[in-house]
């Protein structure tokens, strides 16, 4: 009976110790973080929520994770199209014309669009811009996601390098598995109604007149042009989001507003450097229809120099800085809400 008590006052007394010993360090721990400098201090709040954030991802699979990005890409990519569908179909025009681009001239196009076809004529092709949008911007976010995941990196920071080659091949990998698609929007683009009514007429006419292999058509200056593209827009991206993330607080709102101006800027940046290659591109897919020796990256390049000068491959660039910041934020902000709102409903 007495080595009953004995050990349960033992027992207690040594509960009665650990707390005691629990409350010290806590209080311990507590007046050291507070004498610590402010960057180390910051650093070790930091780890709490990174911890969070890596257990929450953990919580769901890949293949969750792939079919989040899929449609949340795919809505995305739909959303900020259709929004400058007017915009990219003015642009197409002026890039495989040799009449000088203006605002005037593209307010101009737009009119006369309006006046001669109706208001749904200004977003002719759109279809078509679908139909690519759709696996393309899903393909493209899933495949950086992925490229991001087998080169080891979660931070553009952290391999500034490889952030930027996870970015391009997303790009060339989605462009690569979708281009006929763009090929058929660029021809609805800058064609009458009348002559191309459904993407299955496209393709049926391109094969009977110019063969398979036109169907890639302006493939190689397109696989140039996206490295480029893709890379700086997911770098520049994601390295903003960085930053900006320290100064804001978290909120819905201003989170998105936060995304829609790293989109933005984003767009801005790897349009511009990737811009005259699109000017070769366009002149190449649309030559069997609006004629001209456009055959190969170089009679293009050199037939535009020599006719229309050097800054004829920026024909259109003001429109980009347009239309691509806001396509581009409205893609990347979507993508992010959508995106971490499935995957909160999954985990």
């Known amino acids: 009976m007495s080595s009953h008590v004995t050990s349960g006052c033992a027992e207690g007394s040594q509960v009665v110790l650990e707390r005691l010993q629990a409350t010290v360090m806590a209080s311990s721990a507590k007046s050291v973080g507070s004498s610590l400098p402010p960057s180390v201090a910051e650093k070790l709040t930091e780890t709490k929520p990174t911890t969070q954030l890596l257990a929450e991802e953990q919580q769901i699979s890949n293949t969750q994770r792939v079919s989040t990005s899929l449609v949340s890409g795919a809505i995305a990519g739909a959303l900020a199209k259709t929004t400058i569908a007017p915009l990219d179909r003015t642009k197409i025009n002026f890039q495989i014309s040799q009449q000088p681009y203006s605002a005037k001239a593209a307010v101009k196009f737009l009119n006369n669009s309006y006046k001669n076809d109706g208001l749904l004529s200004l977003w002719r092709g759109n279809s078509a811009t679908m139909a690519r949008?759709?696996?393309?911007?899903?393909?493209?976010?899933?495949?950086?996601?992925?490229?991001?995941?087998?080169?080891?990196i979660d931070r553009p920071e952290k391999n500034k390098t490889l952030s930027f080659l996870a970015g391009s091949l997303a790009g060339v990998t989605s462009q690569g598995l979708t281009y006929p698609l763009d090929l058929a929007r660029a021809r609805m683009a800058v064609t009458q109604k009348t002559e191309y009514r459904t993407l299955r007429q496209i393709f049926s006419r391109l094969y009977r007149r110019e063969g398979v292999t036109a169907f890639y058509r302006g493939f190689t200056p397109t696989m140039l042009g996206v490295i480029p593209y893709a890379g700086f827009s997911f770098f520049t991206y994601e390295t903003l989001k960085q930053l900006l993330a320290v100064y804001i607080v978290?909120?819905?709102?201003?989170?998105?507003?936060?995304?829609?101006?790293?989109?933005?800027?984003?767009?801005?940046?790897?349009?511009?450097?990737?811009?005259?290659?699109?000017?070769?591109?366009?002149?190449?897919?649309?030559?069997?229809?609006?004629?001209?020796?456009?055959?190969?990256?170089?009679?293009?390049?050199?037939?535009?120099?020599?006719?229309?000068?050097?800054?004829?491959?920026?024909?259109?660039?003001?429109?980009?800085?347009?239309?691509?910041?806001?396509a581009v934020g409205i893609s990347f902000a979507t993508y992010d809400v959508i995106r971490d709102g499935l995957r909160n409903v999954l985990s």
């Open 133 to 152: 949008i759709v696996p393309y911007a899903a393909i493209q976010f899933t495949a950086h996601e992925q490229w991001k995941r087998i080169l080891g």
């Open 250 to 326: 978290e909120s819905p709102g201003l989170s998105t507003m936060s995304a829609l101006i790293c989109g933005a800027v984003a767009g801005m940046v790897g349009q511009t450097s990737s811009y005259p290659l699109d000017i070769v591109r366009r002149r190449m897919q649309t030559s069997a229809i609006k004629g001209g020796a456009y055959q190969s990256i170089t009679t293009t390049i050199v037939k535009i120099y020599t006719e229309e000068g050097a800054f004829a491959f920026f024909k259109g660039l003001s429109m980009n800085w347009v239309k691509g910041p806001v």
